[in-house]
């Protein structure tokens, strides 16, 4: 059954106004930020350009998980209005939020994802709301869509596809190079018009008092990794991202204007056999100057598919290092998919109602695991 479907809502003659949005003032305080190399991809097609570039990704890729590209080619006044349709979605009423609910007893994550889950026993619940929007195959054509995605349809699958080709698909030729692959060779692997779970996501920290997030952050504290292959999220200038660093130490992203922050997730890691690092990442209370200030997010989740086998990629480099498990290169021998990873692994941590401690625990799914919590 696809997801998300429902009856579709009432017809209207008129569409919903879209609220124009611009980013918040970035915060006065000092904060220690962790130092992030910077993807710049106007060079990608310069001579040498994508060797350079291959470069400057790999100790990102192998040691911090986290890196900056800029000069993406998208226009900032395109993301902006991205920005603006998920203003306005939170700001619908719950009724219209409901219609289209996560899929989380089949792992699925396109639709609304309500902050209903309480956290452990602190009488405090999650204060996210996110829309996961799909992309534009035949494969999801029934997939419900809310009404401002309906309404604004053409304008958002023309985004969600120019992302993925401008900036995703040049990210992948990159770590395709430092593996030594095919340049397309992991482009294939996640490609758009394969079915896979990606999704843009349109995503808010609602306001919360201060005691709301001591007691928030008192009970799970330990950080997190992302189920997919890679995260882009683009800047919005309220502080409260932070990553682990190589030594152990929590320290702030510093949002770049124009700028978009990525990160390597869990398959990526599970693809290259730890080569690639999947950071612990994290978001704590934002600074005393934004902690009355929603913090409005726009994400791309790049994830890998039906058609990609959950084994350490045939890479010359990560044979050489001895990363490339003899049994891996039988590839005759049945492993799971992408999507059947990632779904086992969403539906393992969000079909529930209480967010528990998961301290010492892990999922493992026909052989893959991933811990679930992180001291």
């Known amino acids: 059954m ?14 919903l106004p879209i609220d124009s949005w611009a980013r918040p003032k970035q915060t006065t305080e000092v904060l220690d930020y962790a130092p992030l190399a910077t993807i710049d991809l106007s060079r990608f097609d310069e001579p040498g350009g994508k060797q350079e570039l291959a470069k400057t990704l790999y100790d990102a890729l192998t040691k911090v998980g986290f890196w900056i590209v800029t000069n993406s080619g998208i226009d900032d006044e395109r993301v902006l209005r991205q920005f603006g349709f998920g203003n306005t979605f939170f700001k619908q009423s719950l009724e219209e939020k409901r219609r289209f609910p996560c899929n989380f007893a089949e ?45 604004n349809w053409d304008e958002i699958r023309d985004f969600h596809r120019e992302l993925w080709e401008k900036v995703v698909r040049k990210l992948y030729v990159l770590m395709s190079i430092i593996l030594e692959l095919p340049e397309n060779y992991l482009a294939d692997a996640h490609a758009y018009d394969q079915v896979s779970d990606d999704h843009l996501r349109y995503m808010i920290y609602n306001v919360r008092s201060q005691e709301e997030w001591d007691k928030a952050q008192a ?3 330990g950080g997190h990794t992302d189920f997919g292959s890679l995260t882009l999220l683009f800047s919005q200038h309220v502080a409260g991202l932070q990553i682990r660093t190589p030594e152990g130490d929590w320290k702030w992203v510093k949002p770049v204007e124009g700028g978009i922050t990525c990160n390597a997730a869990d398959t990526l890691t599970f693809l290259t056999n730890g080569f690639i690092k999947s950071t612990i990442h994290r978001v704590v209370t934002p600074p005393k100057d934004q902690i009355n200030t929603a913090r409005l997010g726009l994400l791309y989740f790049s ?11 045939p890479s010359p480099l990560l044979d050489r290092l001895g990363l490339i498990p003899e049994d ?47 001291k």
């Open 219 to 221: 009970y799970s504290k």
């Open 2 to 15: 696809a997801p998300g479907l429902v009856d579709p809502s009432p017809s209207t003659s008129e569409k």
């Open 107 to 151: 792992g699925e994550y396109f639709g609304y994802r309500e902050n209903s889950r309480w956290i452990g026993d602190t009488g405090v619940k999650e204060n996210i709301e996110m829309l996961n929007i799909h992309k534009d195959i035949p494969a999801w054509k029934d997939v419900g869509k809310h009404r401002i995605v309906e309404e």
């Open 328 to 374: 891996h290169k039988d590839l005759t021998k049945d492993v799971p998919t992408g999507t059947e990873y990632v779904r086992a692994r969403v539906k393992d941590v969000h079909h529930k109602a209480v967010l528990d401690k998961r301290e010492g625990t892990s999922f493992e799914y026909k052989g893959l695991a991933v811990q679930n919590h992180y």
């Open 303 to 313: 994830r890998p598919g039906d058609h990609t086998p959950m084994r350490t990629v």
